[in-house]
T-cell receptor
């Protein structure tokens, strides 16, 4: 299973954009890139996913490198409620139901 | 709109005791999962059930058994609890075979069961 590498922690000021990086150099052509986040004392929740093209939704944007070996989750205006652990995960398009969670990036948002 | 419901929320066991963690989802999902999360770590898959009537081992299945009781319910059993099984347990569900691309790729998680084994 392909794995991902993320920084252990990051800080951001409130109301500023946050760019959370993820390296996945062993990604295969059929792997989706998923992002989940885990708020304190809660289960993970889905944020966004993509395959090749950049993606936007109401929560965030996902920028995928042209060679797909890295991606960046972008929170356009961080709020205190965005403080969480963010996980970047690879999921094949078919044939498996397994997610491999790494240790994620703990985002601290400063007021 | 409950989503994924786990019971109990907290449990303390003595070494050697047994217990069953319950999970139910009301989204008509085919697939269900059990994860554990140790302090400061990411989630690790214990068992999963791709569809009703099937179960498969994940990364860390030793010491656990599961039952996919029906489409809604997926239980995790510890037959003889050990201190190493102290963890937070999460159940999740998804439907990777139907719906649009977004729907196929989302796992929905419960709030977790915090288990301590003394």
């Amino acid at each position: 299973d392909a794995k991902t590498t993320q920084p252990n922690s990051m800080e951001s000021n409130e109301e500023e954009p946050v760019h959370l990086p993820c390296n996945h150099s062993t990604i295969s052509g059929t792997d989706y890139i998923h992002w989940y986040r885990q708020l304190p004392s809660q289960g993970p929740e889905y944020v966004i996913h993509g395959l090749t093209s950049n993606v936007n939704n109401r929560m965030a944007s996902l920028a995928i490198a042209e060679d797909r070996k890295s991606s960046t989750l972008i929170l356009h205006r961080a709020t205190l409620r965005d403080a969480a652990v963010y996980y970047c995960i690879l999921r094949p398009t078919s044939g498996t139901y397994k997610y491999i969670f790494g240790t994620g990036t703990r985002l601290k948002v400063l007021a | 709109n409950a989503g994924v419901t786990q019971t109990p929320k907290f449990q303390v066991l003595k070494t050697g005791q047994s217990m069953t963690l319950q999970c139910a989802q009301d989204m008509n999902h085919n697939s269900m999962y059990w994860y554990r999360q140790d302090p400061g770590m990411g989630l690790r898959l214990i068992y999963y059930s791709a569809s009703e009537g099937t179960t498969d081992k994940g990364e860390v299945p030793n010491g656990y058994n599961v039952s996919r009781l029906n489409k809604r319910e997926f239980s995790l059993r510890l037959e003889s609890a050990a201190p190493s099984q102290t963890s937070v347990y999460f159940c999740a569900s998804s439907d990777p075979t139907s719906g649009g691309a977004r729907a196929k790729n989302i796992q929905y998680f419960g709030a977790g069961t915090r288990l301590s084994v003394l």
